[in-house]
T-cell receptor, first 114, second 115 residues
């Protein structure tokens, strides 16, 4: 089955620095990947749709300049949180796959900004 | 716009018993997919079961089955012979048929399986 790998699983960074999260499709090509944010005990909130070779599509209210998405190949999408602040601390999850069979999710990244 | 509603924030069931989680949705689409995802304490999202709207037969995956009522826009999940490992957050999700379309999630139901 489709496998999506996400790294790192946990990261702690200082306020004002940037952090990059990678999402890879291991056994299939993904022209589209999705990035979610999840607060404790809450549902997944879609942040943006990552499109290979073109600009990402951001959901309303998501800052494009803070959450930079790059989808330079058919197997890799990256989310960079720029100038991170404590309020950016959260759980970030990516997904990809064939909607007919249900998208596959990465294992998530817990970001803590101190 | 589509909406997905899960009206049960928390539920509890004893081991080996059966429990049903509710989900309703609203859409003007005629064809679409519905999913139930499980998120255990590890926070890994796991697909439990899927249903295509044009199929009248309810989907079944081992101990998991759905009651899909298209006219009522209802998609409940039944877990039979509950196991401790079923303890998790369960999310109902909707997706219109088509390539690379995004999922709309419900707010989730936290299920606790007890001894």
């Amino acid at each position: 089955g489709a496998v999506v790998s996400q790294h790192p699983s946990r990261v702690i960074c200082k306020s004002g620095t940037s952090v990059k999260i990678e999402c890879r499709s291991l056994d299939f090509q993904a022209t589209t990947m999705f990035w979610y944010r999840q607060f404790p005990k809450k549902s997944l909130m879609l942040m943006a749709t990552s499109n290979e070779g073109s600009k990402a599509t951001y959901e309303q209210g998501v800052e494009k300049d803070k959450f930079l998405i790059n989808h330079a190949s058919l197997t890799l999408s990256t989310l960079t949180v720029t100038s991170a602040h404590p309020e950016d601390s959260s759980f970030y999850i990516c997904s990809a796959g064939d909607i007919g069979y249900g998208y596959t999710f990465g294992s998530g990244t817990r970001l803590t900004v101190v | 716009a589509q909406t997905v509603t899960q009206s049960q924030p928390e539920m509890s069931v004893q081991e080996a018993e059966t429990v049903t989680l509710s989900c309703t949705y609203d859409t003007s689409e005629s064809n679409y997919y519905l999913f139930w995802y499980k998120q255990p304490p590890s926070r890994q999202m796991i697909l439990v079961i899927r249903q295509e709207a044009y199929k009248q037969q309810n989907a079944t995956e081992n101990r998991f089955s759905v009651n899909f009522q298209k006219a009522a826009k209802s998609f409940s999940l039944k877990i039979s012979d509950s196991q401790l490992g079923d303890t998790a957050m369960y999310f109902c999700a909707f997706n219109p048929t088509g390539t690379a379309s995004k999922l709309t999630f419900g707010t989730g139901t936290r299920l606790q399986v007890t001894l």
